[in-house]
T-cell receptor, first 114, second 114 residues
Framework: AQSVSQHNHHVILSEAASLELGCNYS??????LFWYVQYPGQHLQLLLK??????LVKGIKGFEAEFIKSKFSFNLRKPSVQWSDTAEYFC????????????FGGGTRLMVKP | GAGVSQSPSNKVTEKGKDVELRCDPI?????LYWYRQSLGQGLEFLIY????????KSGLPSDRFSAERTGGSVSTLTIQRTQQEDSAVYLC????????????FGPGTRLLVL
């Protein structure tokens, strides 16, 4: 079965620090990749997604992610975080040729200190 | 336009009682998904509806869980004889149902089984 791993469970950064959150998945076939964010008290929102094409994708609020097929990875990055980026971040994958259900990683709680 | 809505937002019930959770997807979305978010298990897929096709029930944890989708729109997730381990946030998502696409999530129903 498909699995998704997020290695960092909790991350604490100061404002303006750079961010990289790791995500690795296990499926060897065609995949669609997503990062969702859940701000405190809010529901899951899409940050960015990769289906095909340029492996470097840009999302909202200055976030980007790079799909590296050889490493089965889809790490999320932001060059300079803000206090408002405090949230929980989820990596998710679905298999391109199967049903569209998402398999989620365990999530990373990010706290940005002002 | 309106997003995915879910009701109730919170539900407290006693062990052994049945509960019904409701999801209204985004208008025009033919695909509807239920997920569960719990402390111990993270975000897990439960069931997926696509148009008039038979639902994919592969994620339902036991036969106490069932879901239906009437008229291709509103869905109800029913949990019979609730147990304390059913306590979680139940999330509904919908998508266009045309292949590679984004799932849009509702705010969830927080279920507490006493």
């Amino acid at each position: 079965a498909q699995s998704v791993s997020q290695h960092n469970h909790h991350v604490i950064l100061s404002e303006a620090a750079s961010l990289e959150l790791g995500c690795n998945y296990s499926y060897g076939g065609t995949v669609n990749l997503f990062w969702y964010v859940q701000y405190p008290g809010q529901h899951l929102q899409l940050l960015l997604k990769y289906f095909s094409g340029d492996p470097l994708v840009k999302g909202i609020k200055g976030f980007e992610a790079e799909f590296i097929k050889s490493k089965f990875s889809f790490n999320l990055r932001k060059p300079s975080v803000q206090w408002s980026d405090t949230a929980e971040y989820f990596c998710a994958v679905n298999e391109g040729n199967a049903g569209n259900m998402l398999t989620f990683g365990g999530g990373t709680r990010l706290m940005v200190k002002p | 336009g309106a997003g995915v809505s879910q009701s109730p937002s919170n539900k407290v019930t006693e062990k052994g009682k049945d509960v019904e959770l409701r999801c209204d997807p985004i208008s025009g979305h033919t695909a509807l998904y239920w997920y569960r978010q719990s402390l111990g298990q993270g975000l897990e897929f439960l069931i997926y509806f696509q148009g008039n096709s038979a639902p994919d029930k592969s994620g339902l944890p036991s036969d106490r869980f069932s879901a239906e989708r009437t008229g291709g729109s509103v869905s109800t997730l029913t949990i019979q004889r609730t147990q304390q381990e059913d306590s979680a946030v139940y999330l509904c998502a919908s998508s266009l149902g045309m292949g590679q696409e984004t799932q849009y999530f509702g705010p969830g129903t927080r279920l507490l089984v006493l």
